[in-house]
């Protein structure tokens, strides 16, 4: 691998960021409503099944 100029050759080691603490805090918000909204939508299936 040939390294460009102008290319760096360290990676920064600054730790945890206010930015990746926010798009974790989002990436996580969003599963958990998307399986809670899941449970609730198939929390009446077996109701829904009887009276149909």
Same mark, same amino acid.
């Given at each position: 691998?040939?390294?460009?100029?102008?290319?760096?050759?360290?990676?920064?080691?600054?730790?945890?960021?206010?930015? =990746?603490?926010?798009?974790?805090? @989002?990436? #996580? /918000?969003?599963? =958990?409503?998307?399986?809670?909204? @899941?449970? #609730? /939508?198939?929390?009446?299936?077996?109701?829904?099944?009887?009276?149909?």
């Amino acid at each position: 691998m040939q390294i460009l100029e102008g290319e760096m050759t360290e990676i920064p080691v600054d730790g945890v960021t206010f930015q =990746l603490m926010m798009a974790v805090g @989002t990436a #996580v /918000i969003g599963s =958990l409503q998307f399986g809670y909204n @899941t449970g #609730v /939508i198939n929390a009446p299936q077996k109701v829904a099944r009887e009276e149909g």
